[in-house]
């Protein structure tokens, strides 16, 4: 398949199919200029779940989906043979929705460098033993012409690369597959299934909800992967989490860490330099995939084939010489089926050229720019300020009458020169002492890499802004500002510290501390006016007043980290990150306008508990079911959702309607709630609604 050809379909189908369909978060795109198609997602919705979900059809999904407007005019101009090539790529992405697919895509934030970027990731959702074959978590393999590797490059983005030495050539490794992540010690392994395709098969027993990981290689994330962040690199101490020594390393140590990744980039570009291939790690395919590609078999790659395949022997031997072995503390060198591999060099090398350059994947992009974890939510701020105004509600100590009815919450881009673009929250109250604004209200969200430590506030600080009162920072204040400012130069350490801050932020403990005096607080005109208001505030320990502390505001915010904030389903941590990725689909709604809600605090309290993490509530929006579950029986509808103009059809005339009594009809009705409609409507979902409808 023509690079370019498949590069566009990838972008296209992960796009409608993955970032429209079931995730929070956008993935990576390959071309630059990729536009969000202009498609209905509530009906390729109603195809796949009822083609493929209900019936385990792909086939007739890819005909009910070619009867759209949307496929039809794209495929309109194309010959036939990239035709088939498309329909095949959509299989692959339209296996993700059967039931037996055993996978599934996720989101992670271990692999997403210091901003602690969303990713995506595949995850298993069935138990499964070592030797099984993962057959519907493919990708295709496409080859680059020569030149057009120049232009992946300048893209920056995170694309898959492989080097063909039987072509002499790069090609790229695109599908579901290409969101498995690299451990060095894998569950899984790489195997060909034809001449254009790669699934996987087990190494290990893999748990359902474990992320499946297969080893790209020993130099991929720097010189014997010293920037790699896997979970086996991190229980051991190794890649990324390499302890540093203290004789040698300067006081800071992840600047050491820099360091060590810096020479090691030095030394790839110059063995990339000597070897003529522009990759970072040298993997022998046949080592990686069980066998080398056999450029003349032009079968398909489907899980059909796979037996019928010369390469399908792969599956079964050679498991144990395939599998790297565990990476230890101690064992440094190759393991041996790699030291041949290096000697060999024989057929292709996996790598990822953007991994290449980790600095140039902090640029914002357009189709990244929904899963960055650095930009200003506007329902993060929108919560915080709800939060916030909550509180200042509690605490105005002024007749009931005056007590503002409702708030308003403006949240505003706000375009910064030299910064990435972020949003700013104003509550606009109809108590005219209740105004204030609010940017940057968490430390772990409110952040970007480009902002430096002054800004980083504690969590859900308020910043009050008294009307007719400008107080100065001294110039005590400001040497100090600077003073810190200066410790500050390295971004990652920094944004890798408020992350972790997250999660002491949710101790109790920290609450009770006095926030820590940064610059920004300093620089913020919190007044005496607005605290005096304020009797049950604490005293001034710090320039910023921390709402955290007072009892009421403490007991909601305990209750929301304790209980709120947790997936029912699954159990993860519902925190304010994954919050915001959920809302995420509506930064690239709102990001060049100005967004206005109006919300009663105390509604956003009673009527919304957040329940579900943003993978369970769409597994149940796209599956019906919770997660992991997605068997659908025919005898329960889906909810769907209400596409305008849309109208079930009639049941057939010979069909005789049941008469149900009252109470009958009553208890189904429970029932049916009961399954579908677990929780209440939440904010989120509704955001959700609005963006789909968009979509
Ligand atoms: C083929 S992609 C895998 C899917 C990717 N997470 C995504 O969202 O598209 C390879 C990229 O994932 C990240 N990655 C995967 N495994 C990693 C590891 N062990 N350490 C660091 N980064 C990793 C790197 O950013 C790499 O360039």
């Known amino acids: 398949m023509d690079f370019c050809l498949l590069s566009k379909f990838d972008d296209l189908l992960s796009d409608i199919f993955l970032d429209s369909q079931f995730l929070w978060f956008d993935t990576a ?110 990708g295709a393999i496409a080859h680059l012409a020569p030149g057009q590797e120049k232009d992946l490059q300048k893209g920056n983005h995170d694309i898959s690369v492989l080097w063909s030495s039987t072509r002499q ?98 030394e790839l570009k110059r063995h990339r330099k000597r070897s003529s291939m522009p990759c970072v790690g040298q993997i022998d395919l046949e080592q990686l995939i069980g066998s080398p590609m056999n450029e003349t078999d032009e079968g398909g790659d489907m899980p059909a084939k796979m037996t019928g395949s010369p390469l399908a022997k792969s599956f079964q031997p050679r498991l144990s010489s395939s599998a790297p072995p ?98 700013t929250a104003a509550i606009k109250t109809d108590v005219d002492r209740t105004t204030f604004s609010l940017d940057h209200p968490d430390s772990a969200v409110g952040l970007s890499p480009l902002l430096d430590r002054s800004l980083s506030h504690p969590p859900l600080a308020i910043k009050r802004e008294p009307s007719g009162h400008n107080h100065k920072p001294s110039q005590k204040h400001k040497a100090a500002a600077k003073a810190k400012a200066a410790q500050s130069s390295n971004d990652d350490d920094f944004l890798d510290d408020v992350s972790d801050l997250s999660s002491v932020c949710s101790s109790e403990d920290d609450e009770e501390k006095p926030a820590p005096a940064s610059p920004d607080d300093l620089t913020d005109p919190l007044s005496s006016s607005t605290s005096d208001s304020l009797e049950d505030q604490p005293p001034k320990a710090s320039p910023t007043t921390r709402a955290s502390s007072h009892p009421q505001y403490k007991r909601v915010l ?104 009252r109470k009958q009809q009553h208890l189904r009705k429970a029932s049916f709630t009961k399954t579908f409609l677990r929780s209440p409507p939440t904010p989120t979902s509704e955001i959700f609604d609005g963006v789909d409808s968009v979509f």
């Open 29 to 138: 795109k390959l071309n630059g200029d990729h536009r969000r198609p202009r498609i209905r997602s509530d009906k390729v919705l109603k195809v796949i779940q009822d083609q493929v979900l209900t019936t385990g059809k792909t086939e007739t999904a890819v005909k009910e989906l070619l009867k759209m407007d949307y496929f039809r005019h794209f495929l309109s101009s194309k010959p036939s043979r990239h035709q088939q090539e498309f329909l095949q790529h959509m299989k692959r992405y339209l296996n993700l929705y059967l039931p037996s697919a055993g996978f599934e895509i996720a989101d992670t934030r271990r692999y997403g460098g210091a901003g602690r970027r969303v990713e995506a990731c595949v995850i298993v959702t069935k138990d499964c033993s070592a030797g099984d074959p993962l057959p519907f978590c493919t």
């Open 558 to 661: 305990e209750a929301t980290l304790d209980d709120a904030l947790r997936c029912t389903i699954c159990e993860r941590p519902l925190k304010d990150d994954q919050v915001t990725d959920t809302s995420a689909a509506a930064d690239v709604q709102v990001a060049n306008e100005l967004a206005t809600w109006t919300w009663s605090p105390s509604a956003a309290f009673t009527d919304w508990n957040p329940q579900r993490c943003p993978r369970c509530e769409r597994h149940v929006r796209v599956f019906g079911q919770e997660w992991p579950n997605r068997k659908i029986h025919a005898s329960f509808p889906l909810r769907q959702p209400s596409i305008p103009g849309h109208r079930a059809s009639p049941p057939p005339a010979s069909a005789k309607p049941k008469r149900r009594s």
């Open 326 to 423: 565990p990476a230890t503390k101690q064992d440094s060198s190759p393991p041996p089926h790699l030291q041949e591999e290096e000697e060999r060099r024989q057929v292709m090398s996996i790598h990822f050229l953007c991994n290449d350059d980790n600095d140039t994947k902090q640029q914002p992009d357009s189709a990244s720019s929904r899963s960055s974890s650095i930009s200003h939510s506007p329902l993060d701020l929108l919560c915080d300020a709800v939060l916030d105004a909550e509180y200042l509600h509690f605490n105005a100590k002024q007749e009931p009458q005056d007590a503002p009815a409702a708030l308003t919450v403006v949240v505003q881009p706000v375009h910064p020169p030299n910064h990435p673009p972020h949003f």
């Open 169 to 266: 050539s790069n090609c790229l490794f695109l599908g579901p597959a290409r969101f498995v992540n690299h451990d060095c010690d894998p569950n899984a392994k790489f195997v060909a299934v034809g001449p254009n395709s790669v699934s996987f098969q087990a190494l290990k027993n893999i748990k359902c909800g474990d992320e499946l990981t297969a080893f790209y290689g020993r130099h991929y994330f720097g010189e014997n992967n010293c920037d790699c962040r896997c979970g086996t690199c991190e229980e051991n101490q190794q890649g990324f989490f390499t302890p540093q020594d203290p004789a040698l390393s300067p006081p800071v140590q992840s600047n050491a860490r820099k360091r060590k990744h810096s020479a090691g980039a030095a």
